[in-house]
């Protein structure tokens, strides 16, 4: 048990639906991350939000649209998305992105399915 | 990029055997951390070496760093088939934003 939990563990959807996965920590840490993992690649960079303002966002399409309501949870909404955006979603979350040699914290992930 | 690279991509060893994976980078970093990941799972932390420290030991991990180089190394000694696992390195910068590469899948057979 990390700290971070997510939900839900696995999801599959079609094309036109809409979902969200929620993440939530308990450490009381100040920054969060959504990352994608899909086989053989690096572990994509996302989303990172700093006490609730988003600061990065890597070139994600719009059809992920995250959203932080306060520092504890995370969530990223889905709608329209491809068959190529299967994968695990990871969550983590880390005391700050203005804190120095701190670690990074992950949830068990989502394992999405597009079909 | 300022994601790392890891080597080698598949590492299969025999129980008892040490087992070594490197890293590479690109950029100036603050710390470069390793993490292990169960498969389809989350990362766990292992151990985190700041960009002044050359050295690193954690119970059975060592870790060296070398900043001319921009490499880590990652190693076991006396692997038990429950390292079984990908490792991955993290590279952080000023933001303290994670950069992971593709990680080395590490195989220890009993």
């Known amino acids: 048990e990390t700290g971070v939990t997510q939900t839900p563990r696995h999801l599959v959807m079609g094309m036109t639906n809409k979902k969200s996965l929620k993440c939530e920590q308990h450490?009381?840490?100040?920054?969060m991350y959504w990352y994608k993992q899909s086989a053989k690649k690096p572990l994509e960079l996302m989303f990172v939000?700093?006490?609730?303002?988003?600061?990065e966002n890597n070139s994600v399409p719009s059809r992920f649209s995250p959203e932080c309501p306060n520092s504890s949870h995370l969530f990223l909404h889905l709608h329209t998305l491809q068959p190529e955006d299967s994968a695990l979603y990871l969550c983590?979350?880390?005391?700050?992105?203005?804190?120095?040699?701190?670690?990074?914290?992950f949830g068990q992930g989502t394992r999405l399915t597009v079909v | 990029s300022q994601q790392g690279e890891e080597d080698p991509q598949a590492l299969s060893i025999q129980e008892g055997e040490n087992a070594t994976m490197n890293c590479s980078y690109k950029?100036?970093?603050?710390?470069l951390q390793w993490y292990r990941q169960n498969s389809g799972r989350g990362l766990v932390h292992l151990i985190l070496?700041?960009?002044?420290?050359r050295e690193k030991h954690s119970g059975r991990l060592r870790v060296t760093l070398d900043t001319s180089k921009k490499s880590s190394s990652l190693l076991i000694t006396a692997s038990r088939a429950a390292d079984t696992a990908s490792y991955f390195c993290?590279?952080?910068?000023?933001?303290?934003?994670?950069?992971f590469g593709t990680g080395t899948s590490l195989t220890v057979i009993p």
């Open positions: 939000y700093n006490f609730k303002e988003q600061t």
């Open positions: 450490l009381g840490h100040n920054a």
């Open positions: 993290a590279t952080t910068n000023t933001g303290n934003q994670f950069y």
């Open positions: 983590a979350s880390s005391p700050g992105t203005g804190a120095i040699n701190t670690e990074a914290f």
């Open positions: 950029t100036s970093i603050n710390n």
């Open positions: 070496i700041r960009s002044n420290e």
